[in-house]
DNA sequence: AGAATGTTTGCGCGGCCTGAAAAAATCAGC
DNA sequence: GCTGATTTTTTCAGGCCGCGCAAACATTCT
């Protein structure tokens, strides 16, 4: 990898980072983009070439798309067998990045701190949601042999995705067991859906 | 009703029917709030004493709550017992304002088209839903007896939320039985909920 | 009519975001 | 390491958004 290459990164870093902690330390209003470039050491022209919105830089721009491999492994009906289960298992790894997941711990507390504290970004971090519910929802459809844009497959991905607001909502940033955690919640929410809208009990 | 209030209704719905007219015409980011202002014969200040954003005056900025009444049959378990089913009636009639759904058919329409041209609005929608989903959460969860911030009843109230987005994406406008229609994709909805997250059948 | 209350308007301002072109940094080849 | 090509950063100008404020205006109430 070249010189321009990491130092594309390192500023994209260094701007990120400004924005959350100056947003962290004052809120996000009384931050400018001038302020968060300043921080960076760059021109305030520099940080729209990186980031299209203020938001945006807050909550990040990747993808949120799962690994190819996982992807694939899920499409063709595996690990386990157990759709629910196989879910939980695709989730998890997506929503860490592609490495792992104790590594981006510490991102993922300074987004929940920031949504929690910012109403401003819930609307960003929704779309992005609703970004990666597409690619769910085709996954889903490829699993179950159901045409594209399958009514059914959106549904079921929507409230996948849904599932994964109110735990991400819900977990127990600070611990160590917390990946462990997010699969127990994720399970028991799949299971109240069964048991909500399943056939009468 | 005195005759303050009804000027305030009638610029507020004249704003937003110039807004509404001028983004279809042009696409949102060629129309200045100004414009907007002026085609409603009234100064560009006085639009953002009705609408906080451009975007708020296209989606609107009614609450999206249910009844009072619907609300509080359904969380007496009515009107039919069947929760699937009565959560359909409670969003069909939630939806549609507090008249009568066949009046806001046009409106409706409108949304959609909006949505479909201008994906900034977007977020704006989702967050509209997010708001809902909070109410509907509480009624599921004053209907099953949990307590309130339940986990299970957000999860649920979040699916259902999610399935609303899917329908309504999917509706057949134009046609004169899209109510009957609207139903129909719910209730299917629902029942692929439950089959794809239920007991392993 | 006149006072009280609420709404509209003009004005100014800070901030967001974009386009275009000059300036600086990096790269590829020699 | 020099040179020219490519990419990135910066500067500059500018439109639009959204808000606070105080003056003008409209309505309600007595």
């Given at each position: 990898?070249?010189?321009?290459e990491?130092?594309?990164?390192?500023?994209?870093?260094?701007?990120?980072?400004?924005?959350?902690r100056?947003?962290?330390e004052?809120?996000?209003?009384?931050v400018?983009?001038?302020?968060?470039?300043?921080?960076?050491?760059v021109?305030a022209?520099?940080?729209?070439?990186?980031?299209?919105?203020?938001?945006d830089?807050?909550?990040?721009?990747a993808?949120?798309?799962?690994?190819?491999a996982?992807h694939?492994?899920?499409?063709?009906?595996?690990?386990?067998?157990?759709?629910?289960?196989?879910l939980?298992?695709?989730?998890?790894n997506?929503?860490?990045g592609?490495?792992?997941?104790?590594?981006?711990?510490?991102?993922?507390?300074?987004?929940k701190?920031?949504?929690?504290?910012?109403p401003q970004?819930?609307?960003?971090?929704?779309?992005?949601?609703?970004?990666?519910?597409q690619g769910?929802?085709?996954?889903?459809?490829?699993?179950?042999?159901?045409?594209?844009?399958?009514?059914?497959s959106?549904?079921?991905?929507?409230?996948?995705?849904?599932?994964?607001?109110?735990?991400?909502?819900?977990?127990p940033?600070?611990?160590?067991a917390?990946?462990e955690?997010?699969?127990?919640?994720?399970?028991?929410?799949?299971?109240?859906?069964?048991?909500?809208?399943g056939?009468?009990?």
């Open positions: 990898m070249g010189l321009r990491r130092k594309k990164q390192a500023t994209r870093r260094a701007l990120q980072g400004a924005a959350v100056l947003t962290l004052r809120g996000l209003e009384k400018t983009v001038e302020e968060i470039a300043a921080e960076a050491d021109s022209r520099t940080f729209f070439n990186y980031f299209a919105t203020k938001e830089a807050l909550i990040g721009d993808p949120l798309t799962p690994d190819e996982d694939e492994v899920f499409v063709a009906g595996g690990p386990t067998g157990d759709f629910a289960e196989d939980v298992h695709l989730l998890v997506s929503l860490a592609p490495g792992d997941l104790a590594a981006h711990r510490a991102e993922a507390v300074q987004r701190e920031l949504l929690d504290r910012e970004l819930l609307p960003v971090f929704l779309s992005r949601l609703h970004s990666a519910e769910l929802a085709t996954a889903i459809g490829q699993r179950s042999g159901a045409p594209e844009d399958d009514f059914r959106e549904v079921v991905a929507g409230a996948a995705m849904s599932v994964i607001r109110h735990t991400l909502k819900r977990v940033y600070g611990d160590e917390d990946i955690a997010v699969r127990d919640l994720l399970r028991r929410a799949f299971v109240n859906l069964g048991e909500a809208y056939p009468t009990d």
